[in-house]
C-alpha cells in the first residue's frame, strides 16, 4: 500500500543507526507517522524539522504497518523562522499542540486547511498570523469535540457586546449578563468572534489564555497530560510582548 500528499512535519524522532520516526499532518491521512531510513542523517535532517512543508510518499506492505517515509522539501518552515523568536516560537506550539492532540489516521481537512497559509507566511512576520493561530486552536478544539460557541450570549440570546466566555461551558456571554459574574469569566478578544486582524499582544494574550484554558482542561487534562511545554513557551512570549 502506498500514498503520496502534502503534508506538514511535527516531530522526528531518531530511531536505529541514522534513521527516524517521522509524523507528519496531513489533509485525508490526519496525523500519521513513519519510519525514514536516513532521516536523522546530516543530508536529510533539515528536510525533517518540525514546520517543514513537505511532499511526502508512504509505503508500507500493510495499512496498519508503521511504513516508510521519502519526502521532498516544498517550503522550510522551520530555517526561515530561526531567526523570529515569536514565529520559532509559534511554529513549536503548533507542531507540538497536533502531534500531542489529534487521534493518529483520522483526515484532518480544517485543520491542516487552516494551519497550511500560517507556516506558509510565517517568515513574513508572526505578527500578522497570530491572531490566525489562535483561531487554529479554536478550529482544533472543535475538531477534537470541544468547541467554543461565540455566536450569542448564553444568557440573553443577544449577539452584541460579547466580552466573556464561561469557564465552564465555553459558551459567550454579553457585557450586561457578565457584570455581576466578570471575576470568573474569561476575556472574549474581539477578533475571536468578527473579521478582523488584531495587532495587539494584549489581545493575543487574551485569546491564548481562552484557548489554553479548554485545550489545558478537555484536549490534555481529560486524558491526564499536561499542555505541551511548547505552547506554555508561547503564551510566556506573548505575556512578554503585552507586558
Keep these: 500500500m502506498e500514498w503520496e500528499a502534502p503534508a506538514i512535519v511535527l516531530e522526528a524522532r531518531p530511531y ?8 507528519v499532518l496531513t489533509e485525508q491521512h490526519g496525523r500519521f507517522a ?10 536529510q535532517s533539515g528536510l525533517w524539522q518540525p514546520g517543514n512543508l513537505v511532499e511526502v510518499r508512504w509505503v508500507g506492505r500493510l495499512a496498519d504497518q508503521l511504513g ?9 518552515t522551520a530555517a526561515l523562522a ?3 523568536p515569536l514565529a520559532l516560537a509559534l511554529l513549536n506550539s503548533a507542531c507540538a499542540l497536533a502531534t500531542d492532540a489529534l487521534p493518529e489516521r483520522e483526515p484532518q481537512p480544517r485543520v491542516f486547511a487552516a494551519l497550511l ?23 482544533l478544539l472543535e475538531a477534537l469535540g470541544y468547541g467554543l460557541d461565540l455566536s450569542r450570549c448564553a444568557a440573553t440570546g443577544t449577539v452584541e457586546a460579547l466580552d ?6 465555553g459558551r459567550a456571554v454579553s457585557a450586561e449578563a457578565a457584570a455581576p459574574y466578570a471575576g470568573r469569566l474569561l476575556p472574549l478578544p474581539s477578533f475571536l468572534h468578527g473579521a478582523q486582524a488584531e495587532r495587539d499582544p494584549r489581545a493575543w494574550l487574551q485569546g491564548l489564555r481562552l484557548t489554553g484554558h479548554f485545550l489545558a482542561r478537555d484536549a490534555f487534562g481529560a486524558r491526564h497530560r499536561p499542555m505541551p511545554p511548547a505552547r506554555e513557551r508561547l503564551e510566556h512570549r506573548v505575556a512578554d510582548l503585552a507586558a
Excluded: C, N, Q
Excluded at 536505529?16 to 509524523?23: L, T
Excluded at 513513519?34 to 543530508?43: F, N, T
Excluded at 516508510?68 to 522550510?76: C, L, Q
Excluded at 497559509?117 to 478550529?139: C, F, K, N, Q, S
Design 68 to 76: 516508510h517515509f521519502t519526502g521532498e522539501m516544498v517550503h522550510p
Design 16 to 23: 536505529g543507526e541514522g534513521g527516524a520516526v517521522i509524523s
Design 164 to 169: 466573556w466566555v464561561s469557564p465552564r461551558t
Design 117 to 139: 497559509p500560517i507556516l506558509a507566511h510565517l517568515h513574513a512576520g508572526a505578527e500578522t498570523l497570530v491572531d490566525d493561530y489562535i483561531r487554529w486552536e479554536m478550529l
Design 34 to 43: 513513519g519510519l525514514a531510513k536516513g532521516g536523522s542523517s546530516r543530508a
Design 82 to 84: 530561526m531567526d523570529d
